[in-house]
């Protein structure tokens, strides 16, 4: 017995040798429990595509571009012709969960100002960060400011855009 009970101490005692000889940064964390801190910001550039409230089923998307700085601006350029350039806020409420809010001018045919919108927005990031979905509510005034509606219901989805490497990039950076 005296022998197994030696061999039991000895196995645990290289078993902390071993956990010691790790090091403080290496055993502070258990990575299966960790919640992940990376993806907290929205900062960069998107592509979105959002899906109004209230818009016939066979509607094609708005598609959007959306730059969220580090200062919570963010500003939008979407692709329909009748909706003006938007301009926003945007913060973090949650993990990877964020509230937005975005203003924008509508335009008739003859580019005058025929409501302003409020799009109220909560915004999910994926695990990657890479993807986004959203919920939004929409207020549509008048140029007076006059509330006409608020349609809850529209929905988006969004990816991140990222740089990429040109074919000619080692060439080019060789001849620089």
Request: aromatic letters at 8%; charged letters at 15%.
């Amino acid at each position: 017995m005296k022998q197994s009970t030696l061999l039991v101490f000895a196995a645990l005692l290289g078993g902390t040798a071993h956990v010691q000889a790790q090091g403080l940064f290496q055993s502070i964390i258990t990575p299966e429990k960790a919640v992940g801190v990376v993806n907290q910001s929205l900062e960069g550039t998107w592509l979105s595509e959002t899906r109004p409230a209230g818009s016939p089923v066979d509607a094609p998307p708005i598609f959007n571009f959306s730059t969220y700085h580090p200062d919570g601006n963010v500003v939008l350029s979407p692709s329909n012709g009748n909706q003006g350039e938007g301009h926003g806020l945007w913060l973090r409420v949650g993990d990877r969960k964020f509230l937005a809010t975005l203003f924008f001018f509508i335009y008739d045919a003859n580019r005058v100002v025929i409501n302003v919108i409020k799009a109220r927005v909560n915004l999910q990031l994926s695990l990657d960060g890479k993807t986004s979905k959203s919920t939004n509510e929409v207020v549509i005034m008048d140029p007076t400011g006059k509330i006409l509606a608020t349609i809850p219901g529209g929905a988006g989805t969004s990816v991140r855009l990222s740089p990429e490497v040109p074919a000619d990039f080692d060439d080019f950076q060789k001849a620089q």
